[in-house]
Each structure stands twice: as structure tokens, then as C-alpha cells.
């Protein structure tokens, strides 16, 4: 027994609502900012009108197929499953005393069918999207408002799935809208750092209030926050590179530092006080700060250097997932060019731990490719085998390094469309869809060679990684 998972780790994979459900004016189902970014997150923000489209109006028509693709991922025997509520399904506008019931009865359906098979939901409360309309009319999060529109949508969720849903979390990869404001923050994409950071400090307030009322709620669920894990490495030994990895790893380490710690740390006034940012922080959003999380959780895909030398760094940068980093020399890349680094999932899985000593749940992680059936059909997709396998295997030394770590949740269980660019032909599942970037295709489901190799993964606990 080489590498036993604990018993009790959950296992599985992660999807969100605006990548998978399709269905996009559905039962009542309001316009999200998703839904105005058709080339995806990087892309034009697109208002739309009567004639336009996007990949995401069908996606993987999830809406719709979800109990086929749960039995097969019951089938690779999860435990767990990580998924996101739209939120305009439920508030289509954002501001609505009332919800969408026939939104609220479609999540009901879903975790009705994941309890048939023992699979535990972990629920992203927002997952890269929010009400369209609260961004046209109230300018998204950069206005106070949007904290009680949020937690109005918070506390209906709990009400409603007390029973049925153990597991929250609160913001996907909230530190993203520093790289991405309109998809994180509703704000425009030339807003000044005054304001993101004014938003930011909205949405944190918010976090804490649905951690708050998810305490009240459903004293016996876990709720978490959600932080993309990227770690940057110092390009090289000088001082000054090291102080500099300090500093940009503190970018995104910050937000997890007021999510567990319940308070602004100390770095961040000098931060602040040199980018000229003044916030504006009632006492009130100190008192809410305070409700702190249960337990931290993060996506790694890779990981990247920094380097003091400014004119080195923009001649080395190349444009990873969200973050720009120098490149590592020593690190192959993915064809999509993000640094393969299963070391730095132990690496990072020790830094949050020692940082914070809460619970990690690893609720990304995964592998993106083109991946080109066989003339039979099959599909042989040995290089993500060998990605999950390399990574996997850090996070059973994490655990012997005594790390806390209560799952793991692969980014995708089933092929969907692309966050960063939109596309069907970046792919990450065990599970194939037949539907190609332009939407053609008839959407059926098949197994990929991994499919049965992540299945043997979970059922030995581990053993079977190499
Ligand atoms: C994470 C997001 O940043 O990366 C997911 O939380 C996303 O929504 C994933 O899909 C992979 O990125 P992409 O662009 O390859 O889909």
C-alpha cells in the first residue's frame, strides 16, 4: 500500500453552472455577465441583442443531461461533486425579494439525483459570474448594495438546500478580478485599482456575511473560500528576486489572509498607501469580516516565476490562465502554455497550511488538451493520465508531510466549454463530448481512456498512482 488516501477524502471532479448547464434563458433564468462574454473571459464583452449567441447558450447542455452524466460519475465512483449555482436562475436580475422557483426546483432536482448515488455537492455560490443587470444598474460590485443583494441570494440558497447540500463555497478564484474585473467584480476593464480594490473589498464583506449566515443556517455545513493557487517561484536566488516573489505571491495570498484571518493584514496598508488607495471600510465591515472560514480551497494548474528586473520580466512573460508570469526554464508547458509543476501542489498545499493550519480541499486541477479520437473511436489521452497521476501523487506526499486536505475535485470530470477562451477543443475530461468550438456536434458522451484509470484511482484509494 504504497499511497492510501485517508478513508474519508472525497473524491471527484468540479464543473460550474456557465461552462456546462447551457439552457441560458431557461425557466425564467435572468442574463449573467457570462452571458455577455461569448469568447470567454478574456474576450469582448458583447450586450446582447436578438441575433447574438454563444457557445455557452447550449454548452454541454447539462440543463438538461445531468442525470446521464451523473451516473457516470458514479460510475468512476465520486463522492463528491463541485458545481456552481447560476444565481440568475434563481434572482434573474439580481435584486428580486422573491426567487425563480422553477430555478430553485432544477438545483433541487440535481442534488436529488446526486444523493442517489451517496455523492456529496460542494456548491459554489459564484462561480466567474453574477446578475447582468446588477452590473448595469448598480455597477456590479463596486457598489454597497450589491453585499445585500448577495446575501439575500446566499440565505435563500441555504434555506432552501439545507437538507440537501454540506459544503459551500463562496467566490471562485476571488482573487482573479485583480486580472479580470468585469468577470470578477462586474466592473469595467479600465476601472483604476481604487476601484477594484473598493469592490474587492465589497465582495469580501460579502464572503464573510454568507459565511456567517451559512453558520446560522446549516450549523452542521463547512463553508469555504475558493482562491486560485498559483505559486510564483523567484526567477533566481538574488534578494531581490525572492522579496519580489514575496510580494506577488502576497497578491493573491491576501485575499485568502482577510477570509481566514477576519481582518486586513498588516502589508497591506503600506500597499495601499503607495498605490494612493484610500477604501472605504465601515465598522460595521470590520465586525463582518470577522466570520472566517472553515476551510481553505484552491485550483492549481501550474505555477511561475518573478523576477525584480522589470525589463526581463515583460520580455520573458508569456500569458498563462489569468496571472502573467515569467516562465520557469526548468518546467515543460501544456499546449496551451501553462507550466506542468506537480511539485508545486505539494509546495503550495504546504504553504496554505502552514499559513492558515485549516483544511484544504484541492477543487481544481486538471489538465487541458486536444484530445483527437482513434479511428474506433477511442481516446487515449495517456498525457492527462500522467498529469492527474504526477499530481496526485504530491498531494499523497502533502498528506504525509501531515497536511489536512478533505478532497479533491479534478477540473473536468466531462469535457465543457473553456473559461479563458471559450472553446470546446480545450479539454479536460474523462468524459468526451462530441461538440466542436464552432457548436457542431451531437453532444453525445463517451469515456475516455482515463475514464476507467481515475476510476481504479478512487476505488484503491490511491494505490494505484505510479
Ligand atoms: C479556473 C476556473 O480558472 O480554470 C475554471 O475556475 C476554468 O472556470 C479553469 O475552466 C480552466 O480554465 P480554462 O480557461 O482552461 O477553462
Not at 460550474?16 to 455577455?36: H, I, M, P, R, W
Not at 432544477?106 to 459564484?126: C, H, M, N, W
Request: proline share 4%.
Amino acid at each position: 500500500m504504497k499511497h492510501r488516501f485517508p478513508e474519508d477524502f472525497l473524491w471527484g471532479g468540479a464543473i460550474a453552472a456557465n461552462q456546462v448547464e447551457g439552457a441560458y434563458a431557461t425557466d425564467g433564468k435572468g442574463l449573467s455577465t457570462s452571458d455577455l462574454t461569448p469568447q470567454g473571459v478574456f474576450g469582448p464583452i458583447v450586450e446582447r441583442t436578438a441575433n447574438s449567441s454563444s457557445i455557452k447558450d447550449i454548452a454541454i447542455d447539462f440543463y438538461h443531461r445531468y442525470p446521464q452524466d451523473i451516473a457516470l460519475f458514479a460510475e468512476m465512483g465520486f463522492t463528491v461533486l463541485r458545481l456552481s449555482i447560476g444565481w440568475t436562475r434563481i434572482f434573474p436580475n439580481g435584486d428580486e425579494k422573491t426567487p425563480n422557483e422553477a430555478g430553485l426546483a432544477f438545483y433541487d432536482r440535481l442534488f436529488d439525483e446526486l444523493a442517489k448515488y451517496g455523492i456529496q455537492p460542494l456548491v459554489t455560490l459564484s462561480h466567474y459570474e453574477m446578475p447582468y443587470a446588477l452590473v448595469k444598474n448598480e455597477g456590479g460590485w463596486g457598489s454597497r448594495k450589491t453585499i445585500e443583494y448577495f446575501e439575500h441570494y446566499a440565505r435563500t440558497v441555504f434555506r432552501r438546500y439545507r437538507d440537501k447540500v454540506k459544503y459551500w463555497l463562496t467566490f471562485n478564484e476571488i482573487n482573479m478580478s485583480l486580472h479580470e474585473p468585469f468577470t470578477g467584480v462586474g466592473l469595467p476593464r479600465d476601472s483604476s485599482r481604487q476601484q477594484i480594490y473598493q469592490a474587492i473589498h465589497h465582495q469580501l464583506v460579502a464572503s464573510a456575511r454568507a459565511v456567517k449566515a451559512c453558520h446560522e443556517i446549516i450549523p452542521d455545513a463547512r463553508i469555504g473560500n475558493m482562491l486560485l493557487g498559483s505559486i510564483l517561484y523567484p526567477l533566481s536566488c538574488k534578494p531581490a528576486d525572492v522579496m519580489e516573489s514575496l510580494h506577488q505571491n502576497r497578491e493573491w495570498q491576501f485575499f485568502g489572509d482577510v477570509q481566514v484571518r477576519g481582518a486586513y493584514p498588516a502589508y497591506m496598508q503600506r500597499f495601499f498607501a503607495e498605490q494612493n488607495i484610500a477604501l472605504s471600510v465601515t465598522d460595521q465591515d470590520r465586525e463582518d469580516l470577522k466570520a472566517t472560514v472553515d476551510f481553505v480551497s484552491f485550483s492549481y494548474y501550474m505555477s511561475g516565476c518573478v523576477t525584480a528586473d522589470k525589463a526581463q520580466a515583460d520580455a520573458l512573460k508569456a500569458r498563462g490562465n489569468i496571472l502573467d508570469m515569467v516562465p520557469n526554464p526548468h518546467l515543460d508547458s501544456s499546449e496551451w502554455g501553462w507550466q506542468i509543476d506537480p511539485e508545486g501542489l505539494r509546495y503550495l498545499l504546504n504553504v496554505l497550511y502552514d499559513r492558515y493550519q485549516k483544511p484544504l480541499f484541492i477543487v481544481e486541477n486538471g489538465l487541458g488538451a486536444r484530445d483527437v479520437p482513434e479511428a474506433d473511436g477511442t481516446i487515449n489521452d495517456d498525457y492527462r493520465i500522467q498529469y492527474l497521476n504526477s499530481h496526485l501523487l504530491q498531494v499523497a506526499e502533502a498528506l504525509k508531510d501531515g497536511v489536512e486536505i478533505w478532497g479533491y475535485t479534478s477540473w473536468a470530470p466531462i469535457d465543457m466549454v473553456s473559461a479563458s477562451k471559450a472553446e470546446m477543443s480545450k479539454r479536460y475530461g474523462f468524459i468526451y463530448v462530441d461538440r466542436d468550438d464552432t457548436g457542431n456536434g451531437s453532444l453525445a458522451r463517451r469515456r475516455k481512456k482515463s475514464f476507467s484509470w481515475y476510476a481504479g484511482v478512487i476505488k484503491s484509494r490511491g494505490d494505484t498512482l505510479k
